[in-house]
């Protein structure tokens, strides 16, 4: 066969696959986007020869003689051997030419086996690089199979499902710069090596240089890969565990986009996807910083969650956030109830009694959720578990898949977020009484104080006392289903309720660890409760890799005022036991719980841990009811 004039220089496994190698080193990407791992290149090349001229072209004329010329006078000349036999030089010879030589074969049949059976064996000893770890690839290979969930058949939003679709492995565009980013973060988290974190802030920078130009036009600001750029940004945080998980220096530039895009970025699965990990991130900003300001951007949730429960969940967490910001003053600290000057307690007035009323309502629309999406799950997402009422997934009669175990945990974390704000405003105004303050951080006879106003925010705050010991019932019932809804969203239990193992159980670990944070954090929880979500915020730190898990409950939300509201509530708890238990002791009865007070905590000087508590099964959930309504 004729040379064709080019020799295949791409890899081994394109080369047998006769297909066109991008020759990328030290491996390259179309085996990666095969499936297949690359074998690498070669550095011998074996060209087809003619039968007629087995020998080289470059070897010596004397030895490119192909047969055995007999002369008359009975004088054999040496045959060449075949260049491919070199390889296989007896290296016993005494010299180099002794073994380029041998004696004429008469059979030229036999000649031919030995020929290819040379052949086969120069192939063998052949020496194939071994390909070096790319950091790149090694990173981007990790990353997509750990942290990027499948893209669904039925359109139900993951976690960056999206991205194998946009990621452009021949362009170093803002995406992609971003996607190693945070890539080779998660790559050093599980595998160590320095080279991957410094090549991780390097892409960051880049990443950040490059946001900032594509934000200032207007072509490409509200393209998709933008938006996904500044979430995977964030997942960085996530990650790396700068600043706990807080994504604060992109919820501008992510409100910014996301109202920019408009509520016709829900049309599309990869729009509604983007919406809604924007949403949530957007959400974790507001809470951590107590600032409402980001939680619905152009009020896409409000409007739409109508007509979506998807949408309408997304609604009742920002509501949730905005009550908190409205309920309880942004000089709550443990040190507030005594030692600060009315100056201090200055703040924007709001309508108590309207805010508490809010407050009922929302309670009530996520009872109404509940209700309301196991049908529109059975409807729209065929195959999957369907949401069910508070308490029931830690009973173990609903199992789920990954996605709505994430959505059922990020519910009840907005529900938990709810109540323990409610039961932190009735025991801090309980406070302010005993100091001679009103409910709004005023003394009653003070001038500008509307008594029409304070006389409502009263009897508010009364109806709220009464409903205390349902609150604190519902806060361990949020609790128990978060913790029930673990194991189904990292894929250690299967829907149908069988073990099961996902690949991807770190898509699902970005989206949660947010939750178990609060649940470790949170001074309702008992130890029984503190105990599984420390062991979970283990298992995401130590085997999947994500830092934002560290400093669960003493260092990671202790600049929040959530963290100053548990170790005010742990306080008020223990001087209360103190209290109960030295009035028994002095009457000389012995010291019993009463189902209607506060939960029990043992005492500890740093931190009270909580003895078990026995919450009362309800035959169905409670409704709440504002005073006076129908």
Avoid at 50 to 68: F, Y
Avoid at 131 to 159: I, Q, T
Avoid at 170 to 177: P, Q, R, V, W, Y
Avoid at 303 to 319: H, I, N, T, Y
Wanted: charged share 20%; with cysteine; proline share 7%.
């Amino acid at each position: 066969m004729v040379f064709p004039g080019r020799f295949s220089t791409g890899c081994l496994r394109c080369r047998q696959r006769k297909v066109k190698c991008d020759e990328a080193k030290p491996t390259c990407r179309r085996c990666a986007v095969y499936g297949k791992p690359c074998t690498g290149y070669t550095d011998q090349f074996q060209f087809r020869h003619s039968r007629n001229k087995p020998a080289l072209a470059s070897a010596p004329a004397p030895v490119a003689v192909a047969v055995a010329i007999t002369v008359a006078v009975n004088v054999t000349l040496p045959v060449a051997v075949p260049a491919q036999q070199e390889c296989k030089q007896d290296h016993g010879a005494k010299s180099p030419e002794q073994s380029l030589y041998r004696k004429p074969i008469d059979n030229v049949q036999q000649w031919r086996h030995q020929e290819q059976a040379a052949r086969i064996q120069a192939w063998s000893n052949s020496i194939v690089r071994a390909p070096e770890a790319c950091y790149e690839d090694v990173s981007l290979f990790y990353f997509v199979r750990r942290f990027v969930s499948p893209n669904p058949a039925d359109g139900f939003p993951g976690h960056l499902s999206f991205l194998p679709g946009l990621y452009d492995s021949h362009s170093n565009g803002l995406l992609e710069t971003a996607t190693l980013s945070v890539a080779q973060m998660a790559a050093y988290n599980k595998f160590g090596g320095e080279k991957f974190r410094v090549q991780s802030y390097r892409n960051y920078g880049r990443a950040i240089r490059m946001l900032q130009g594509i934000i200032g036009t207007e072509e490409q600001a509200t393209d998709d890969k933008v938006i996904a750029s500044i979430l995977l940004l964030c997942t960085l945080k996530d990650i790396s565990g700068e600043e706990s998980g807080d994504p604060g220096e992109h919820a501008p530039g992510l409100f910014y986009l996301i109202e920019k895009r408009g509520p016709e970025q829900i049309v599309t699965s990869r729009g509604a996807e983007l919406l809604f990990l924007g949403l949530i991130r957007l959400q974790v900003h507001s809470f951590l910083h107590e600032n409402d300001t980001y939680v619905d951007p152009g009020a896409i949730a409000t409007v739409w969650g109508v007509f979506d429960p998807l949408l309408r969940a997304m609604c009742m967490m920002s509501r949730t956030l905005s009550l908190r910001h409205r309920l309880l003053p942004s000089f709550v600290s443990p040190e507030f109830p005594t030692g600060q000057s009315r100056s201090a307690r200055s703040r924007p007035q709001y309508d108590r009694a309207a805010t508490i009323h809010g407050c009922f309502e929302t309670l009530e629309d996520f009872h109404t959720w509940d209700a309301e999406a196991a049908s529109y799950w059975q409807s729209t997402f065929e195959g999957r578990g369907v949401p069910t009422a508070l308490g029931e997934a830690a009973s173990g009669i609903a199992h789920y898949d990954p996605e709505t175990a994430c959505t059922v945990i990020l519910i009840r974390s907005a529900r938990l977020i709810l109540l323990m704000s409610m039961i932190a405003y009735h025991s801090m105004t309980a406070d302010l009484r005993l100091q001679g303050f009103d409910v709004g951080g005023q003394q009653p006879q003070h001038d500008d104080v509307d008594p029409a106003a304070a006389a409502a925010a009263a009897a508010a705050t009364a109806a709220l006392a009464h409903c205390v010991p349902i609150l604190e019932q519902e806060v361990g019932l949020a609790i128990d289903d978060i913790l029930a809804s673990v194991p189904y969203a990292l894929g250690d239990v299967g829907p149908g309720g069988a073990p099961g193992s996902v690949p991807h159980d770190g898509a699902a670990a970005i989206i949660i660890v947010q939750s178990i944070r609060l649940v470790a954090s949170c001074a309702y929880s008992t130890a029984d409760q503190l105990r599984k979500a420390t062991d979970v915020l283990g298992r995401i730190n130590a085997s999947i890799g994500i830092r934002a898990a560290l400093g669960v409950p003493d260092e990671a939300l202790n600049r929040t005022r959530w963290a100053h509201e548990q170790e005010f509530l742990r306080s008020r708890m223990a001087s209360t036991r103190q209290g109960s238990a030295s009035s028994n002791s002095s009457s000389g009865l012995s010291s019993s719980l009463d189902t209607n007070a506060s939960p029990v905590w043992e005492s500890s000087r740093a931190h009270p841990e909580p003895i078990s508590r026995a919450h009362p099964e309800p035959t169905s959930p409670p409704q709440f009811k504002f005073p006076g309504q129908a």
